[in-house]
C-alpha cells in the first residue's frame, strides 16, 4: 500500500514569503505528527494531531508556524513570513493510533530559505 | 523538561556487535523506540518496548530497563547497509510530547 508522502519535496523560497507543506498520511492512520530537522541534528517535534481531539501544538517554535488537518487525513504545515533559520527538512509521520510504537515517515520536504 | 543522551559517533568493522546506549530524563514514561535514518532519507522503525528487558528482531535487539532511565540498541552480525544514524525516541508528559534524542552516527568499515 502508499506509504506517507510529503509535497513539494523540496522549496526554495525568499526571506519573508508565507509556505504551505502538504502531508499524505497512511489511509487510516489516526495519529500524524510534523517535525523538523535541521542538517546533522535529530528530529524535533513540532505538532502532534489525533483523530478529532485537540491537536498538540507544544512543539512548534513561533506563532508563525501553525498546522491542521482535515479529519483523519491530509494536514498542511504552514510557515509565515519565513527566516533563513527555518531552512530544513520538515518530516510528516503517521501511524495506527497515538502511540510511539511505530510512526511510519514521509520523504520529507527540504526548506531553504533565501 | 525531558531529554535524551546518545553516543554522537560509533565506529564498527564488518561483521562486530554494536551497542548503542540512550538514557533519558522525562516527567512520564511510555515506552522507548528506536529508528534509524540513512543520510538523506526517512527515518525508520526499527523496534519499540515498553517494559523491560529485551525484544529482538532479526539481527537487532533492543533493551530497556525502567529503573535505570536507560536503553540500548544492540545490532549483531554489522553489514556496510547499516551504516546511518540511529535515534531513540520516548513519549511522555501523558502522552503528549515526543522527544527523540540528538541520534548516534554509526558507520560500518570493511
Known amino acids: 500500500g502508499a506509504g506517507v508522502s510529503q509535497s513539494p519535496s523540496n522549496k526554495v523560497t525568499e526571506k519573508g514569503k508565507d509556505v504551505e507543506l502538504r502531508c499524505d498520511p497512511i489511509?487510516?492512520?489516526?495519529?500524524l505528527y510534523w517535525y523538523r530537522q535541521r542538517l546533522g541534528q535529530g528530529l524535533e517535534f513540532l505538532i502532534y494531531?489525533?483523530?478529532?481531539?485537540?491537536?498538540?501544538k507544544s512543539g512548534l517554535p513561533s506563532d508563525r508556524f501553525s498546522a491542521e488537518r482535515t479529519g483523519e487525513s491530509v494536514s498542511t504545515l504552514t510557515i509565515q513570513r519565513t527566516q533563513q533559520e527555518d531552512s530544513a527538512v520538515y518530516l510528516c509521520a503517521s501511524s495506527l493510533a497515538g502511540g510511539l510504537e511505530t510512526q511510519y515517515f514521509g520523504p520529507g520536504t527540504r526548506l531553504l530559505v533565501l | 523538561g525531558q531529554s535524551l543522551e546518545q553516543p554522537s559517533e560509533v565506529t564498527a568493522v564488518e561483521g562486530a556487535i554494536v551497542q548503542i546506549n540512550c538514557t533519558y530524563q522525562t516527567s512520564g514514561f511510555y515506552g522507548l523506540s528506536w529508528y534509524q535514518q540513512h543520510d538523506g532519507g526517512a527515518p525508520t522503525f526499527l523496534s519499540y518496548n515498553a517494559l523491560d528487558g529485551l525484544e529482538e528482531t532479526g539481527r537487532f535487539s533492543s533493551f530497556l530497563s525502567r529503573s535505570d532511565s536507560y536503553g540500548y540498541l544492540l545490532l549483531q552480525e554489522l553489514q556496510m547497509k547499516d551504516s546511518a544514524s540511529y535515534f531513540c525516541a520516548v513519549r511522555d508528559n501523558y502522552g503528549q510530547n515526543f522527544v527523540f534524542g540528538p541520534g548516534t552516527r554509526l558507520s560500518v568499515l570493511p
Open positions: 489511509s487510516g492512520h489516526t495519529a
Open positions: 494531531f489525533q483523530g478529532n481531539s485537540a491537536p498538540d
